[in-house]
């Protein structure tokens, strides 16, 4: 798992698939983590044609066989197991290589699922977390963007 990780992080462009204006939702907190850590990040929701934080506002697409580049984008999931499942499907359609669930976005058949059919699934209790609820990018993230090589630069959200 800690492998996959750091493989996530070294495709070039990403994707948060249950992003949220709400600041209160773990989708705002995961899409503010990515735009900090300067990375190249698409806010997924069907519902919003837009996504603001203080400093950017990002576009949202509505599904991910709308993202520029769903072949290159590693993909983080902050949605209901249902949803989660759903989406995996048109992911794994649309040529996505890496998913990372949040911790409560997945079931156990989930993460089979993605283990079978991408070349990188992060989630769960998998060696190499130091989160006590999981595979969390906003607790193992730096520790995955180290081991992919980058150089952390933050920015202000």
Same mark, same amino acid.
Do not use: C, H, N, W
């Given at each position: 798992?800690?492998?996959?990780?750091k493989r996530f992080f070294s495709l070039p462009y990403f994707a948060v698939t249950g992003?949220?204006?709400?600041?209160?939702?773990?989708?705002?907190?995961?899409?503010a983590w990515y735009h900090q850590h300067t990375l190249p990040v698409t806010p997924i929701n069907? *519902?919003? /044609?837009? =996504?603001?934080?203080?400093s950017k506002t990002y576009d949202t697409v509505s599904s991910v066989s709308a993202l520029p580049h769903p072949d290159q984008t590693a993909l983080s999931f902050? *949605?209901? /197991?249902? =949803?989660t499942r759903r989406t995996l499907r048109e992911a794994?359609?649309?040529?996505?290589k890496a998913v990372w669930f949040q911790p409560g976005s997945f079931e156990d058949e989930d993460l089979k699922y993605a283990k079978e059919n991408f070349e990188f699934a992060i989630g769960g209790f998998e060696d190499g977390t130091v989160g006590g609820e999981g595979w969390c990018v906003l607790v193992d993230g730096e520790n995955a963007l180290r081991g992919?090589?980058?150089?952390?630069?933050?920015q202000k959200l």
């Open positions: 798992m800690e492998a996959a990780a992003a949220s204006q709400d600041k209160s939702k773990f989708g705002y907190r995961l899409l069907p *519902t919003r /044609p837009s =996504i603001s934080l203080p902050v *949605t209901p /197991p249902a =949803i794994k359609d649309a040529g996505v992919a090589g980058k150089k952390i630069v933050k």
